[in-house]
């Protein structure tokens, strides 16, 4: 089973501010199929990036992902109040999907 | 629209039996797998298991093997999640998500199913 370690636990930032997330992987993510969510107290999670860099449909482009192998990065530029929340990575590329614990960014 | 509505919360009493539900709709129910997920109260996501309704294979992570049972029935485009006796370290929010392929990521999820487990 692939762990993913996330950092750091808490980010606090202002907004228009950038933040950059962490996520290291136990061993290289098979096809960096490495994934980021976000999600809201009380929402469900939410697809932003796959493929490591690829944004899913309707993510604005201040978020961007990026890393190979077993690093990875998520990027937000210029941070908008609704973008404080939990996020989290996912590698899928192996049996079992693992998350990672989460980064919470918060003002 | 692409929905996936999931079964209102439920209470339940320590070795009680539970099946919560995950109806697609808005798309073709058998082109995508459908996850389960599991939340603990303030906690973070784990992968439970996942489904493709074509034929009901599934696969489960070793952490839930055993303790839970993901099923589907692609004719009324619904996915289930059941266990045969609750206990209340179960006390947690499930969400469903749909996938395109058995690797790929979670890009629509239900709303979440709160089961709460208590004598």
């Known amino acids: 089973e692939i762990l993913l370690t996330q950092s750091p636990g808490t980010l606090s930032v202002s907004p228009g501010e950038r933040a950059t997330l962490s996520c290291r992987a136990s061993q290289s993510v098979t096809s960096n199929y490495l994934a980021w969510y976000q999600q809201k107290p009380g929402q469900a999670p939410r697809l932003l990036i796959h493929d490591a860099s690829s944004r899913a449909t309707g993510v604005p482009d201040r978020f961007s992902g990026s890393g190979s192998g077993t690093d990875f990065t998520l990027t937000i530029s210029g941070l908008e109040p609704e973008d404080f929340a939990v996020y989290y990575c996912?590698?899928?590329?192996?049996?079992?999907?693992?998350f990672g614990q989460g980064t919470k960014v918060e003002i | 629209e692409v929905q996936l509505v999931q079964s209102e919360a439920e209470v339940k009493k320590p070795g009680e039996s539970l099946r919560i539900s995950c109806k697609g709709s808005?798309?073709?129910?058998?082109?995508?797998?459908i996850s389960w997920v599991r939340q603990m109260p303030g906690k973070g996501l784990e992968w439970m298991g996942k489904i493709d309704p074509v034929d009901s294979y599934t696969n489960y992570s070793p952490s839930f093997q055993g303790h839970v049972t993901i099923s589907a029935d692609k004719s009324i485009s619904t996915a289930y999640l059941q266990w045969s006796s609750l206990k209340a370290s179960d006390t947690a929010t499930y969400y469903c998500?749909?996938?395109?392929?058995?690797?790929?990521?979670?890009?629509?999820w239900g709303q979440g199913t709160l089961v709460s487990v208590s004598s």
């Open positions: 998500a749909r996938h395109w392929t058995g690797t790929s990521p979670l890009d629509d």
């Open positions: 808005g798309y073709r129910f058998t082109s995508f797998w």
């Open positions: 996912q590698q899928y590329g192996s049996s079992p999907q693992t």
